[in-house]
């Protein structure tokens, strides 16, 4: 069985770092894309950025470019979305989804998503 | 960068209902063009890829249709688990936007 299995919610202050994962299991994670979506409290879905494990690819939303940064470990199935320095404005569900490259297939498989309140 | 833009926003409907979401981008993306359901509290689901490819496992009530620019989700005989937000996607090789989104509300 294809899962995403994504860390649990963090409560964090402005100006603090922060580091999400999503592990994947049931498929060879290193042949799909990993994409990032933000979801802000009532909001709709942002798509940040992808990443492909093999080779560590990544393209960015504009919207995001140099405000996350994307990154991998294939060796432990696991994709990470970090901030280096958090805002009050980053508050939001955060999910991460597979995607085969080049693929018909979009996002077939989701996470169960990572909440992220900053606050001071 | 292409735009996508879902219409209406909110649509009131009852169980047995039939009903037809829109999305429009704003340049042609061919069919590469998703619908995802997401209830309140979980995930977005992928109903339809493709345009109008349904996704496995997914109720053959839920159809897609058009191209270029212009694409439309139908829902037939909406049932109580159906009353979610419909996000389309337009989605290649270089992104993946979403629409605003379609909340199908209990009439």
């Known amino acids: 069985e294809v899962q995403l299995v994504q860390s649990g919610a963090e409560m964090k202050k402005p100006g603090e770092s922060l580091k999400i994962s999503c592990k994947g299991s049931?498929?060879?994670?290193?042949?799909?894309?990993i994409g990032w979506v933000r979801q802000m409290p009532g909001r709709g879905l942002e798509w940040m950025g992808v990443?492909?494990?093999?080779?560590?690819?990544?393209t960015y939303s504009p919207s995001f470019e140099g405000q996350v940064t994307i990154s991998v470990d294939k060796s432990i199935n696991t994709a990470y979305l970090e901030w280096s320095s958090l805002k009050a404005s980053d508050t939001a569900m955060y999910y991460c989804?597979?995607?085969?490259?080049?693929?018909?297939?979009?996002?077939?498989?989701w996470g169960q998503g990572t909440l992220i309140t900053v606050s001071s | 960068d292409v735009q996508m833009t879902q219409s209406p926003s909110t649509l009131s409907a009852s169980v047995g209902d039939r009903v037809t979401i829109n999305c429009r981008a704003s340049?042609?993306?061919?069919?590469?063009l998703a619908w995802y359901q997401q209830r309140p509290g979980e995930a977005p689901k992928l109903l339809i890829y493709?345009?109008?490819t349904l996704q496995s496992g997914v109720s053959s009530r839920f159809s897609g249709s058009g191209s270029g620019t212009e694409f439309t989700l139908t829902i037939t005989s909406l049932q109580p688990d159906d009353f979610a937000t419909y996000y389309c996607?337009?989605?290649?090789?270089?992104?993946?936007?979403f629409g605003q989104g379609t909340k199908v509300e209990i009439k």
């Open positions: 049931g498929y060879n994670f290193a042949s799909y894309w």
């Open positions: 996607q337009q989605y290649n090789s270089y992104s993946n936007i």
């Open positions: 990443i492909y494990p093999s080779d560590s690819h990544t």
């Open positions: 989804a597979r995607r085969v490259p080049y693929g018909a297939i979009p996002f077939d498989h």
């Open positions: 493709q345009s109008s």
């Open positions: 340049h042609s993306i061919g069919s590469w």
